[in-house]
C-alpha cells in the first residue's frame, strides 16, 4: 500500500515536471507569436482555445453547475486576466529568457501578499528569500546607468498579479469544484481579453502559419494541457514539492530562450538567475 502511494507521488512529481516544461516554453512561444498578433488577441485566441477543449471534455459537469460556481471562476479569472496582460505587454520591452526568470518571482511574492490579506506573519525563510530575490532582481535587470527597463518593471508588476492567482485560487478551491473553477477562469480571460483587443488593438492580418501554430500550441498546451494536469497531479502530491518542481518553469524558460532564440546572457545576469531560483527554493523548501 505504501509503495503504491510513493509510485502515486512519484508519477504525479513527474507530471509536475513536465508542466513546469510547457510552461517553461510559454515564454518562447509567446515571443515567437507576437512576430505575428499583438498581446491581447494572442491572450484571446490562447484562452478560447483551453476554454472550448475543457468546456467540450466537462460538458456534463458544466450542465449543472451552480450561479455561484461562477463567481469565484469570474474573479479569479479576473486576476489571471491582469496578469497575463502585463506579461505579454512586457514581452514586447524585455527578453524572453530574462522574463522568464522575474516572472518566477511571484513564488517569493505570495506569502507577503496573503500577510497583507490575512495579517499572518510569514517565517524568517520567506523574509531570507525575499531579499536573496531582490538581489538577484538587481543582477538580472538593472543596466550600467542603475536603472530597470520598462519590460522589467512590468514583469515584476505582472507577478505580482499572479501571487494574487495563487492566493484567490487556493481560497476558492476549497469551496469549489476545481474543474469548474478552472472552465470559468479560462472563459473569464477569454472574453475580457477579446473585448478588450477588439476595442484597443487592430485586427490580426498577418497570421501566417507560423503565427498559428504558436498561438494553437500557447492554448492547447501551455494552457489546456498544463493546467489540467497540475489540477490531477497536486492531488497526489506535497504541495512543497509541487511549488519547487514548478518554479523549474524559470530554468527551462531560460535555457530555452538561450537555445531557439539565440538570447545571450552575460554573467551577471547568470548570477541574478541563480539569486532568484535560490530565493524561490529559500521560501518553498521547508
Same mark, same amino acid.
Given at each position: 500500500?505504501?509503495?503504491?502511494?510513493?509510485?502515486?507521488?512519484?508519477?504525479?512529481?513527474?507530471?509536475?515536471?513536465?508542466? +513546469?516544461?510547457?510552461?517553461?516554453?510559454?515564454?518562447?512561444?509567446?515571443?515567437? +507569436?507576437?512576430? %505575428?498578433?499583438?498581446?491581447? @488577441?494572442?491572450?484571446?485566441?490562447?484562452?478560447?482555445?483551453?476554454?472550448?477543449?475543457?468546456?467540450?471534455?466537462?460538458?456534463?459537469?458544466?450542465?449543472?453547475?451552480?450561479?455561484?460556481? $461562477?463567481?469565484?471562476?469570474?474573479?479569479?479569472?479576473?486576476?489571471?486576466?491582469?496578469? @497575463?496582460?502585463?506579461?505579454?505587454?512586457?514581452?514586447?520591452?524585455? =527578453?524572453?529568457?530574462?522574463?522568464?526568470?522575474?516572472?518566477?518571482? %511571484?513564488?517569493?511574492?505570495?506569502?507577503?501578499?496573503?500577510?497583507?490579506?490575512?495579517?499572518?506573519?510569514?517565517?524568517?525563510?520567506?523574509?531570507?528569500?525575499?531579499?536573496? /530575490?531582490?538581489?538577484?532582481?538587481?543582477?538580472?535587470?538593472?543596466?550600467?546607468?542603475?536603472?530597470?527597463?520598462?519590460?522589467?518593471?512590468?514583469?515584476? #508588476?505582472?507577478?505580482?498579479? @499572479?501571487?494574487?492567482?495563487?492566493?484567490?485560487?487556493?481560497?476558492?478551491? &476549497?469551496?469549489?469544484?476545481?474543474?469548474?473553477?478552472?472552465?470559468?477562469?479560462?472563459?473569464?480571460?477569454?472574453?475580457?481579453?477579446? !473585448?478588450?483587443?477588439?476595442?484597443? &488593438?487592430?485586427?490580426?492580418?498577418?497570421?501566417?502559419?507560423?503565427?498559428?501554430? =504558436?498561438?494553437?500550441?500557447?492554448? $492547447? #498546451? /501551455?494552457?489546456?494541457?498544463? %493546467?489540467?494536469?497540475?489540477?490531477?497531479?497536486?492531488?497526489?502530491? *506535497?504541495?512543497?514539492? +509541487?511549488?519547487?518542481?514548478?518554479?523549474?518553469?524559470?530554468?527551462?524558460?531560460?535555457?530555452?530562450?538561450?537555445?531557439?532564440?539565440?538570447? +545571450? #546572457?552575460?554573467?551577471?545576469?547568470?548570477?541574478? /538567475?541563480?539569486? !532568484?531560483?535560490?530565493?524561490?527554493? *529559500?521560501?518553498?523548501?521547508?
Amino acid at each position: 500500500m505504501e509503495e503504491n502511494s510513493v509510485k502515486t507521488r512519484l508519477y504525479a512529481d513527474l507530471t509536475l515536471l513536465v508542466v +513546469a516544461f510547457l510552461w517553461g516554453t510559454t515564454f518562447v512561444a509567446s515571443k515567437h +507569436a507576437l512576430s %505575428y498578433a499583438t498581446p491581447l @488577441f494572442i491572450i484571446a485566441i490562447r484562452f478560447i482555445l483551453a476554454f472550448i477543449v475543457l468546456a467540450v471534455v466537462f460538458r456534463k459537469k458544466i450542465m449543472v453547475q451552480q450561479r455561484s460556481d $461562477l463567481k469565484g471562476g469570474i474573479i479569479v479569472g479576473t486576476i489571471l486576466y491582469i496578469a @497575463f496582460v502585463t506579461q505579454m505587454i512586457a514581452l514586447q520591452y524585455t =527578453s524572453a529568457g530574462k522574463q522568464a526568470f522575474l516572472a518566477g518571482t %511571484y513564488v517569493v511574492m505570495a506569502p507577503f501578499l496573503y500577510w497583507l490579506i490575512s495579517k499572518k506573519k510569514p517565517d524568517r525563510r520567506s523574509f531570507i528569500g525575499a531579499v536573496v /530575490c531582490f538581489v538577484g532582481i538587481g543582477l538580472l535587470t538593472v543596466n550600467t546607468t542603475f536603472r530597470m527597463g520598462f519590460g522589467d518593471s512590468l514583469t515584476l #508588476f505582472s507577478s505580482l498579479f @499572479f501571487a494574487a492567482h495563487i492566493i484567490s485560487t487556493g481560497y476558492f478551491a &476549497e469551496k469549489q469544484d476545481t474543474i469548474i473553477l478552472t472552465v470559468v477562469q479560462f472563459g473569464a480571460v477569454a472574453i475580457l481579453s477579446l !473585448i478588450s483587443a477588439l476595442v484597443f &488593438e487592430p485586427f490580426p492580418t498577418n497570421l501566417a502559419l507560423n503565427g498559428i501554430v =504558436s498561438m494553437v500550441y500557447l492554448g $492547447l #498546451f /501551455c494552457t489546456c494541457i498544463a %493546467y489540467f494536469l497540475q489540477t490531477v497531479a497536486q492531488k497526489y502530491t *506535497i504541495s512543497t514539492h +509541487a511549488a519547487i518542481i514548478l518554479s523549474l518553469e524559470a530554468v527551462f524558460g531560460s535555457i530555452l530562450s538561450v537555445i531557439l532564440l539565440g538570447e +545571450a #546572457f552575460t554573467l551577471k545576469m547568470v548570477f541574478g /538567475c541563480i539569486a !532568484i531560483f535560490a530565493a524561490i527554493l *529559500i521560501t518553498e523548501l521547508k
